[in-house]
């Protein structure tokens, strides 16, 4: 049974930093591309960053390319999202996912950017 839970969002000022963390399971976390996502208040869900399984490439949504990096720790069955130089448009619920598989949903995790 897939089950991903994400953690570490909060309330932080513009500027500010935070580490988003994934912790997945019931499927082979090290063969699977792992994406972060991302849905705003009254937006559609979207694709922020997604880091490979092997080659450990990274790809990011232009509007958080050189403030998020994207990374993972197979032995931890664990992805992560570090987020740099917030903005309040970075405001959401955000949440991780098999890049190429379906399967459900974790509960997210609120990140708030305001002063």
């Known amino acids: 049974q897939v089950q991903l839970v994400e953690s570490g969002g909060g309330l932080v000022q513009p500027g500010g930093s935070l580490r988003l963390s994934c912790v997945a399971s019931?499927?082979?976390?090290?063969?699977?591309?792992m994406s972060w996502y991302r849905q705003a208040p009254g937006k559609e869900r979207e694709l922020v960053a997604t880091i490979t399984s092997v080659a450990r490439s990274t790809n990011y949504a232009d509007s958080v390319k050189g403030r998020f990096i994207i990374s993972r720790d197979n032995a931890k069955n664990t992805v992560y999202l570090h987020m740099n130089s917030l903005k309040p448009e970075d405001t959401a619920v955000y949440y991780c996912?098999?890049?190429?598989?379906?399967?459900?949903w974790g509960r997210g995790t609120q990140v708030t950017v305001a002063s």
């Open positions: 019931g499927f082979s976390f090290s063969s699977a591309a």
């Open positions: 996912q098999r890049r190429y598989a379906s399967g459900p």
